[in-house]
């Protein structure tokens, strides 16, 4: 569920109904789509403050650099033996590990109900340092610890281990990985951690259950705050459920290997593609979770505003939101007619979005308000890739099949 959903265990609910303004979400976006896909930052590393207290890290593959903001959607899972279920969220671009706040937290004054008691799990096992499954250079000790410094502070440890993880009384995963984040860090939203769906080779999609008949794992994003959707974990093939699906090829990208990159062939907008150069089209397209809108090429962007533009001109404008440059003003009307935006990709696979997934409202509950076309340029140093973000993958099951190499689309799942 959304971490705004009244249910949610994360007490963040919001009693009002409104969406996050434009500014927040766009600025927000911006954030994460530099933070995975910008220049890397090469300035040299801070000298250690102490012996011992100054691991280095890489830059790329450092499973505990902080993406801005919270993540969208959460899952309850188990730890350890017996099960100690948490509230963590669920994502795709991490940089290889599952994160969980653990005991001890006494550095700062944050409540320690919300974490992971290592000594009261009877299956837990240490991850040496200089094995094979701890990313670490150089470790303080024997273990695959590392101690983390910000300004000359220290802000706590973080040690790997591998323990149980219960999806569900039938589902679970033996001597799984993850970093125990301890004596103060925190996850970088207010779940209890973060659960690694990357392709990493020690996510949870790499450990989910491999057959000709299951994939890695799918999910379903709900359209809207108050309604649920899921995550699935090795589930049986979509066509062999008597459901539609349409799959389209992973493509690789050695710079970003742990993301899930499409190929983007061609756009429509209330029927064929627009005529939109190949050359023009070509390059990576990022799918992600908690990017909320969509990002296009600029020249590509251009091409869909000023078609969709054309189909609207009997509705009346308003006034840009914050970077969203394409609004309407529907107060008063009884029926709102737009064409649809069909993206499609290599393969054969499409999206075919409707308004909820391709309209942004600030008040989501009246389509007969104000309403922005949700999608932009790509912001910042990241203009040669597109991003597919959460709106646009709204009500469907995305389908990841790492056997095969490929992500199919279901629609109309939840």
Same mark, same amino acid.
């Given at each position: 569920?959304?971490?705004?959903?009244?249910?949610?265990?994360?007490?963040?609910?919001?009693? &009002? %109904?409104?969406?996050?303004?434009?500014?927040?979400?766009?600025?927000?976006?911006?954030?994460?789509?530099?933070?995975?896909?910008?220049?890397?930052?090469?300035?040299?590393?801070?000298?250690?403050?102490?012996?011992?207290?100054?691991?280095?890290?890489?830059?790329?593959? +450092?499973?505990?650099?902080?993406?801005?903001?919270?993540?969208?959607?959460?899952?309850? !899972?188990?730890?350890?033996?017996?099960?100690?279920?948490?509230?963590?969220?669920?994502?795709?671009?991490?940089?290889?590990? &599952?994160?969980?706040?653990?005991? #001890?937290?006494?550095?700062?004054?944050? #409540?320690?109900?919300?974490?992971?008691?290592?000594?009261?799990?009877?299956?837990?096992?240490?991850?040496?340092?200089?094995?094979?499954?701890?990313?670490?250079?150089?470790?303080?000790?024997?273990?695959?610890?590392?101690?983390?410094?910000?300004?000359?502070?220290?802000?706590?440890?973080?040690?790997?281990?591998?323990? $149980?993880?219960?999806?569900? #009384?039938?589902?679970? !995963? +033996? =001597?799984?990985?993850?970093?125990?984040?301890?004596?103060?860090?925190?996850?970088?939203?207010?779940?209890?951690?973060?659960?690694? *769906?990357?392709?990493?080779?020690?996510?949870?999609?790499?450990?989910?259950?491999?057959?000709?008949?299951?994939?890695?794992?799918?999910?379903?994003?709900?359209?809207? =705050?108050?309604?649920?959707?899921?995550?699935?974990?090795?589930?049986?093939?979509?066509?062999?459920?008597?459901?539609?699906?349409?799959? &389209?090829?992973?493509?690789?990208?050695?710079?970003?290997?742990? *993301?899930?990159? *499409?190929?983007?062939?061609?756009?429509?907008?209330?029927?064929?593609?627009?005529?939109?150069?190949?050359?023009?089209?070509?390059?990576?397209?990022? *799918?992600?979770? %908690?990017?909320?809108?969509?990002?296009? =090429?600029?020249?590509?962007? $251009?091409?869909?505003?000023?078609?969709?533009?054309?189909?609207?001109?009997?509705?009346?404008?308003?006034?840009?939101?914050?970077?969203?440059?394409?609004?309407? +003003?529907?107060?008063?009307?009884?029926?709102?007619?737009?064409?649809?935006?069909?993206?499609?990709?290599?393969?054969?696979?499409?999206?075919?979005?409707?308004?909820?997934?391709?309209?942004?409202?600030?008040?989501?509950?009246?389509?007969?308000?104000?309403?922005?076309?949700?999608?932009?340029?790509?912001?910042?140093?990241? $203009?040669?890739?597109?991003?597919?973000?959460?709106?646009?993958?709204?009500?469907?099951? !995305? !389908?990841?099949?790492?056997?095969?190499? $490929?992500?199919?689309?279901?629609?109309?799942?939840?």
């Amino acid at each position: 569920m959304h971490r705004s959903h009244p249910c949610s265990g994360l007490g963040e609910a919001q009693q &009002t %109904h409104a969406e996050a303004p434009a500014e927040d979400v766009l600025q927000r976006d911006a954030l994460r789509i530099n933070s995975l896909l910008g220049e890397e930052d090469c300035s040299p590393a801070p000298a250690p403050t102490s012996p011992g207290t100054g691991a280095r890290v890489p830059t790329k593959g +450092d499973p505990l650099r902080s993406l801005p903001g919270a993540l969208q959607y959460h899952v309850t !899972v188990g730890f350890g033996t017996p099960v100690q279920r948490f509230t963590v969220g669920f994502e795709t671009a991490t940089n290889g590990a &599952t994160l969980l706040q653990c005991k #001890p937290c006494a550095t700062y004054p944050e #409540p320690c109900s919300d974490s992971f008691d290592p000594s009261a799990s009877s299956s837990l096992a240490h991850v040496p340092c200089g094995s094979p499954d701890c990313p670490f250079q150089s470790c303080p000790g024997r273990g695959c610890t590392v101690n983390v410094n910000l300004n000359r502070r220290f802000r706590g440890n973080a040690t790997f281990v591998t323990d $149980k993880l219960t999806l569900s #009384p039938s589902s679970t !995963v +033996d =001597k799984f990985r993850f970093a125990c984040l301890e004596a103060g860090l925190r996850t970088t939203d207010s779940s209890s951690g973060i659960l690694d *769906l990357s392709r990493n080779s020690h996510s949870l999609a790499s450990r989910a259950p491999s057959s000709l008949f299951t994939v890695a794992f799918s999910y379903c994003l709900p359209a809207f =705050k108050n309604n649920v959707g899921f995550l699935s974990i090795g589930a049986v093939r979509p066509e062999f459920s008597g459901r539609n699906v349409s799959y &389209t090829p992973l493509r690789s990208n050695a710079a970003n290997g742990n *993301l899930y990159f *499409l190929e983007l062939v061609g756009i429509g907008v209330g029927g064929p593609n627009l005529p939109i150069p190949p050359t023009t089209l070509a390059g990576n397209s990022l *799918l992600d979770l %908690h990017t909320t809108f969509t990002y296009l =090429k600029p020249e590509v962007y $251009k091409v869909l505003r000023d078609n969709f533009r054309e189909w609207m001109t009997h509705y009346r404008r308003a006034a840009p939101r914050e970077g969203l440059d394409t609004c309407y +003003d529907f107060t008063g009307l009884n029926i709102v007619v737009m064409p649809a935006i069909t993206l499609n990709f290599a393969g054969g696979a499409s999206i075919d979005l409707s308004i909820p997934e391709m309209m942004y409202f600030p008040d989501p509950n009246n389509f007969f308000s104000i309403a922005c076309l949700a999608f932009a340029a790509t912001p910042g140093n990241t $203009k040669i890739v597109s991003v597919i973000g959460a709106k646009a993958q709204a009500s469907m099951e !995305v !389908v990841y099949d790492l056997r095969a190499g $490929k992500v199919g689309f279901v629609p109309y799942r939840c």
